[in-house]
C-alpha cells in the first residue's frame, strides 16, 4: 500500500481506502468480509456517514473492524447536513462513536448547509475534539470560498480533509480546489473515484487499451491515475471481496507519462460517458 499524510498531522493514511455507501444494501457477512478483506490489503482508511443506510453503515463497519488494531485504522464519518447545530452536531458525533463502538478519527461536515451558522458546527466540533470524540475535523462538498471560511474560523491547519467528487470523468476539483489542496498541505479524499461503477460498465476506448496495455484492470487505472497526484487518497467503495482485491492492486507502479498524457485527454469521450 501507499501512503499520504493527512494534512499536517502526524497521522499516514493508506492512498487507497474503503468507502461505504450503500454497503448495508449487501449480505451483512459479505459486507463485512470486504471491509475486513480491505484493512488486512491495508485499506485502513474507511468513509462512511450517519447518512449512509441511516446509521446501518456505520454499526456494518463497527463490526468489521472488532479483530483489528484500533490504532492502525482511520475511521471518517459525518454529520449530515440538517444536523448542523451544535446540540444536533453534538448529538450526531455520539451517536455515531454508539453505532462505531469507537472514537471517530475524522469527522466531516458532510454537506455544506447556509441555514445554520459555519461558526457554531466547527465549534460543536472543537468541543468534540477536546471532549475525546473526534481525532480531527474535515468537510465534504466544498467550494473553495466554503473551505477557505472554514478554516479562517479555526486556526488555519485545523481542517484535515475536504471530500469531494473526484474521478477521470468528474475532474472539476483540478479547477481550484486539488491545487489549493496541495499547496496547502490539505487531504483531497476523492468519492466516487469509479464514478459510481459506471466507469467499469461502459468504459471509454482509450482507457480500455491502456489499462490492457499495462496488464491492469479498468477499475485499478482510474484509482492509480487519482492516487499518482499528491495529497489525493481515493475511497472506492466495494462489497465484493474481489473488487476489494482488485481495487488494492491498484496501488504501486505509477502510469507512465505518454501514456498520463493520453489518459488525461479523454475530455471528448468524457463528454460522452453516461450520466447513469
Ligand atoms: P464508487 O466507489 O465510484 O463506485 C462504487 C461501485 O463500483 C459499486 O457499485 C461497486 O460494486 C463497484 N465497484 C467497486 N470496485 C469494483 C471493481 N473492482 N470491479 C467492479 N465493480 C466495482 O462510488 P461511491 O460509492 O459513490 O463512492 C465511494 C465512496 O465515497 C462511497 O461509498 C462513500 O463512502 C463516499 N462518498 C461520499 C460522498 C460525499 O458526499 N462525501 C458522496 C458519494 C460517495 P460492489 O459494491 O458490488 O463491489
Given at each position: 500500500?501507499?501512503?499520504e ?6 497521522v ?12 448495508e ?5 459479505e ?7 480491505g484493512?488486512e ?9 450517519e447518512m ?16 483489528f ?20 452536531v ?27 451558522p ?19 475535523i474535515?468537510?465534504?462538498?466544498f ?33 481550484d ?28 476506448q482509450?482507457?480500455?487499451v491502456?489499462a ?65
Amino acid at each position: 500500500m501507499e501512503y499520504e499524510r493527512l494534512n499536517n498531522v502526524e497521522v499516514n493514511i493508506p492512498k487507497i481506502g474503503l468507502g461505504t455507501y450503500q454497503i448495508e444494501l449487501s449480505p451483512r457477512d459479505e459486507a463485512i468480509s470486504a471491509l475486513r478483506r480491505g484493512i488486512e490489503l491495508g485499506m485502513t482508511l474507511i468513509d462512511t456517514a450517519e447518512m449512509y443506510g441511516w446509521g446501518r453503515s456505520e454499526e456494518i463497519v463497527g463490526e468489521a473492524i472488532k479483530p483489528f488494531d484500533r490504532e492502525e485504522l482511520t475511521i471518517v464519518t459525518k454529520v449530515w447536513g440538517t444536523n448542523l447545530a451544535y446540540e444536533s452536531v453534538k448529538k450526531s458525533a455520539k451517536a455515531s462513536i454508539a453505532r462505531l463502538g469507537t472514537y471517530i478519527d475524522v469527522y466531516l461536515i458532510h454537506w455544506p448547509n447556509p441555514s445554520y451558522p459555519l461558526g457554531e458546527t466547527l465549534k460543536a466540533m472543537k468541543e468534540l475534539v477536546s471532549e475525546g470524540i473526534i481525532r480531527y475535523i474535515g468537510v465534504s462538498n466544498f467550494s473553495l470560498g466554503q473551505l477557505k471560511e472554514a478554516r479562517n474560523l479555526l486556526r488555519n491547519n485545523d481542517i484535515v480533509t475536504n471530500q469531494v467528487e473526484y474521478s477521470l470523468r468528474v475532474r472539476d476539483p483540478e479547477a481550484d480546489i486539488l491545487p489549493y489542496c496541495q499547496k496547502e498541505k490539505i487531504t483531497l479524499m476523492a468519492y466516487s473515484p469509479l464514478d459510481r461503477g459506471r466507469i467499469l460498465k461502459r468504459p471509454p476506448q482509450k482507457l480500455k487499451v491502456i489499462a490492457a496495455r499495462l496488464g491492469k484492470s479498468v477499475a485499478q487505472i482510474a484509482i492509480n491515475w487519482l492516487i499518482s497526484k499528491p495529497m489525493v487518497v481515493a475511497i472506492p467503495k466495494a462489497s465484493k471481496v474481489e473488487h476489494v482485491e482488485e481495487n488494492a492492486g491498484a496501488a504501486g507502479r505509477r502510469i507512465p507519462q505518454d501514456l498520463m498524457t493520453e489518459l488525461e485527454d479523454l475530455e471528448e469521450e468524457r463528454a460522452r460517458w453516461p450520466r447513469s
